[in-house]
Every structure is written in C-alpha cells, then in structure tokens.
C-alpha cells in the first residue's frame, strides 16, 4: 500500500521560512516526478511545484518563484518543499504527489494527506 505522508507544517509570521517534508512508503518513486500542491480556504487546489525524478528539472508556479526550493531524496524515497519569505497569502493545506502520469502540473496517480502552513501578518 503506498502512502505519502507529509510533515513540517505549521504557524509562522510573515517572512519566516518552513521546510516539507513527504515521505513516500509502498513502493519507490525515484523514477517519478513528484511535486507540491496547496488548497486554501474557499479555493481550488493548485500547483505549487514539481521535481522530476533526477532532480535536474523543476518546475514553480510563478507565485513561489525565487520565495520556494523543490528537492528530493531518492535514497529515502523523500521531496522536499522549502519555503521562504512566507506571506499570508501563502496559508493552505499544502499535499504531496507522487507518480506523475501526464502533466507535472496536474496528473498524479498518489496523493498525501496534507499538511497545514498557516501565515500570519
């Protein structure tokens, strides 16, 4: 059974950093893209970032651009989501995906269960 569980949530004012963590059990996924979304209150779920299997390409959403690191661990089948520069704005659920199947952005086969990262001002 796979399961992705994410850790390193949490409460922080404005321009203080969090590290995420999500570590992936069941089966390796050092093959496959993984990434980072977040869900805030009211909203749609959407793309944060995405690292492919080697590392060597990642992908941001232009609103964590230069602010947010991608970065994995195949050894310890882990992705990891550094935040920096956290705004208000940046409050939500944050998930991890495994398995991309399609499009970095949107199509993954696993899901975590979320982690809270709340900003305040």
């Known amino acids: 059974q796979v399961q992705l569980v994410e850790s390193g949530g949490g409460s922080v004012q404005t321009g203080g950093s969090l590290r995420l963590s999500c570590a992936a059990s069941?089966?390796?996924?050092?093959?496959?893209?993984m990434g980072w979304f977040r869900q805030a209150p009211g909203k749609e779920r959407e793309f944060v970032a995405a690292?492919?299997?080697?590392?060597?390409?990642?992908y941001y959403a232009d609103s964590v651009k230069g602010r947010f690191i991608i970065s994995r661990d195949n050894a310890k089948n882990t992705v990891y989501l550094q935040m920096n520069s956290l705004k208000p704005e940046d409050t939500a659920v944050y998930y991890c995906?495994?398995?991309?199947?399609?499009?970095?952005?949107?199509?993954?086969?696993?899901w975590g269960q979320g982690t809270q990262v709340t900003v305040s001002s």
């Open positions: 069941g089966r390796s996924f050092s093959t496959k893209t």
């Open positions: 995906a495994a398995d991309s199947t399609g499009k970095y952005y949107s199509d993954y086969n696993y």
């Open positions: 690292i492919t299997w080697g590392g060597w390409n990642t």
